[in-house]
């Protein structure tokens, strides 16, 4: 028998309330930190071993939720089943994420991957029906448009157009954005009514076999090159760490695949997706603050005001779907509207911006 899917019907007293935004921050910067470490590994290892020590390490972290599910025999009829075609639109999505940062800098490949915003509305338009009523209303489509506008605005209106290995990061910028939003259309056709973790920790085994035997086939060494980071230092001088690169890049597949998305969970169940993914939506910003300290990117006032507006947009996406589900819930009995409420949590991959 499968698990009851987690309620994302807000908890209720301050300290609940406290623990959710405790959890959507570190979230936010947990997400945030992953396109710098992508960038920081950029210069020392290939992006094929990047991802599969990422997803291979992480996925020892959700490991056991599925041997805990196995032991308990409540691991739901199909999941393996209903996971596959979900991991697979992942793999694909997360080689162009990381492959983006061996191309273009971090801020403006976060600002770009607003941009799976407009192939969520396409694809959500054209495969459920009930998703189009919300998609036609103005404020929707201004959202959208928003985004568009945003996203184009950011990727054209730096010092100089994008070429050559610039374009090409752009490019699979918006190649992952699309990724992504296929993954979150596919998750919620073929995942929908299981447990979200449990939904999570199978899609990411499958990655991590994706990601391993990708990087086995095509990484320097065959993945190998990465124990040359063990015991070369982080940092120098006084800024130097206790901990070598190879530490520290497990400890990014901690904060960002393992981590990040419990307390993204978390949240959802203390403060309501909407509120989670609006906050998630900063993450750009973030980003792009991050780059400037550490790599020196800077992005013209052109491009922040374009990148506001992308964001502006994609909030105002959500706001819109938020209101629309609300709405629904008006005309529910009262004893379908808890059970309608709990489908939020069905798909919480629809903010993700990339591991």
């Given at each position: 028998?499968?698990?009851?899917?987690?309620?994302?019907?807000?908890?209720?007293?301050?300290?609940?309330?406290?623990?959710?935004?405790?959890?959507?921050?570190?979230?936010?910067?947990?997400?945030?930190?992953?396109?710098?470490?992508?960038?920081?590994?950029?210069?020392?290892?290939?992006?094929?071993?990047?991802?599969?020590?990422?997803?291979?390490?992480?996925?020892?972290?959700?490991?056991?939720?599925?041997?805990?599910?196995?032991?308990?025999?409540?691991?739901?009829?199909?999941?393996?089943?209903?996971?596959?075609?979900?991991?697979?639109?992942?793999?694909?999505?997360?080689?162009?994420?990381?492959?983006?940062?061996?191309?273009?800098?971090?801020?403006?490949?976060?600002?770009?991957?607003?941009?799976?915003?407009?192939?969520?509305?396409?694809?959500?338009?054209?495969?459920?029906?009930?998703?189009?009523?919300?998609?036609?209303?103005?404020?929707?489509?201004?959202?959208?448009?928003?985004v568009v506008v945003g996203t184009v605005g950011t990727m054209l209106l730096g010092d100089g157009l994008p070429r050559g290995a610039t374009l090409f990061g752009v490019i699979l910028a918006i190649a992952s954005?699309?990724?992504?939003?296929?993954?979150?259309?596919?998750?919620?056709?073929?995942?929908?009514?299981?447990?979200?973790?449990?939904?999570?920790?199978?899609?990411?085994?499958?990655?991590?076999?994706?990601?391993?035997?990708?990087?086995?086939?095509?990484?320097?060494?065959?993945?190998?090159?990465?124990?040359?980071?063990?015991?070369?230092?982080?940092?120098?001088?006084?800024?130097?760490?206790?901990?070598?690169?190879?530490?520290?890049?497990?400890?990014?597949?901690?904060?960002?695949?393992?981590?990040?998305?419990?307390?993204?969970?978390?949240?959802?169940?203390?403060?309501?997706?909407?509120?989670?993914?609006?906050?998630?939506?900063?993450?750009?910003?973030?980003?792009?603050?991050?780059?400037?300290?550490?790599?020196?990117?800077?992005?013209t006032v052109p491009q922040w005001l374009s990148g506001g507006v992308a964001v502006a947009g994609a909030g105002l996406?959500?706001?819109?779907?938020?209101?629309?589900?609300?709405?629904?819930?008006?005309?529910?009995?009262?004893?379908?509207?808890?059970?309608?409420?709990?489908?939020?949590?069905?798909?919480?991959?629809?903010?993700?911006?990339?591991?």
């Amino acid at each position: 028998m499968a698990s009851p899917p987690l309620s994302v019907a807000p908890s209720s007293g301050p300290p609940a309330l406290w623990a959710g935004v405790v959890a959507i921050v570190l979230t936010l910067v947990g997400w945030s930190s992953i396109p710098l470490f992508l960038r920081h590994f950029a210069d020392s290892i290939d992006f094929w071993t990047s991802n599969g020590w990422r997803y291979g390490f992480s996925a020892l972290f959700w490991f056991p939720v599925l041997v805990w599910g196995l032991a308990r025999r409540d691991l739901p009829v199909g999941l393996w089943r209903a996971a596959f075609w979900p991991s697979v639109i992942n793999c694909g999505a997360q080689v162009c994420f990381c492959w983006a940062h061996y191309k273009i800098d971090p801020g403006l490949l976060t600002f770009g991957l607003r941009s799976n915003i407009v192939f969520v509305t396409i694809g959500a338009a054209i495969f459920f029906a009930a998703e189009r009523a919300v998609i036609r209303s103005p404020g929707y489509l201004v959202g959208v448009s928003m985004v568009v506008v945003g996203t184009v605005g950011t990727m054209l209106l730096g010092d100089g157009l994008p070429r050559g290995a610039t374009l090409f990061g752009v490019i699979l910028a918006i190649a992952s954005g699309a990724g992504f939003a296929a993954y979150a259309l596919a998750v919620r056709h073929w995942m929908h009514g299981i447990n979200a973790i449990q939904s999570f920790a199978a899609i990411s085994l499958y990655t991590a076999v994706g990601m391993v035997g990708l990087m086995i086939a095509f990484g320097d060494r065959a993945g190998l090159a990465a124990l040359d980071l063990i015991g070369r230092p982080v940092g120098a001088g006084e800024s130097r760490l206790w901990i070598d690169q190879f530490s520290l890049l497990l400890i990014s597949a901690l904060i960002g695949i393992a981590f990040g998305h419990v307390a993204y969970y978390f949240s959802i169940a203390r403060l309501g997706l909407a509120v989670s993914a609006g906050v998630v939506q900063l993450q750009p910003f973030f980003v792009s603050i991050g780059s400037l300290m550490l790599f020196g990117e800077r992005l013209t006032v052109p491009q922040w005001l374009s990148g506001g507006v992308a964001v502006a947009g994609a909030g105002l996406v959500l706001a819109m779907q938020h209101v629309r589900k609300h709405a629904a819930f008006d005309d529910l009995p009262p004893d379908h509207v808890a059970a309608a409420a709990t489908a939020e949590t069905q798909a919480p991959e629809d903010a993700r911006a990339g591991d």
